[in-house]
């Protein structure tokens, strides 16, 4: 815990010895940097899809996204029920 209160007051004696400009220029980078790691969490976070199979009939699509529902695996319909999405990690 001494190191955090240590590490603390650095910065603050640190954060205090900046004029107003060089403050801004670090907001901003500090900004930034939260802003890029909230992109890459999201992105990371995203389910990524590939197709199963495309050039369906969507008469023929539909046992297929009964059958993927009976196996509870996520899927999409794209290109107007012609293709089908799954996850690439199935």
């Given at each position: 815990m001494d190191f955090v209160r240590k590490t603390l007051a650095r910065v603050r004696v640190s954060w205090q ?74």
């Amino acid at each position: 815990m001494d190191f955090v209160r240590k590490t603390l007051a650095r910065v603050r004696v640190s954060w205090q010895a900046l004029d107003a400009g060089q403050r801004l220029v670090m907001g901003g980078l500090v900004a930034a940097v939260a802003l890029a790691v909230l992109i890459a969490a999201f992105f990371m976070g995203r389910t990524q899809y590939t197709i199963l199979v495309s050039g369906l009939e969507p008469t023929e699509a539909a046992p297929i996204v009964d059958r993927l529902r009976d196996l509870d695996v996520s899927h999409q319909l794209v290109r107007g029920g012609t293709t089908i999405l799954v996850p690439e990690s199935k």
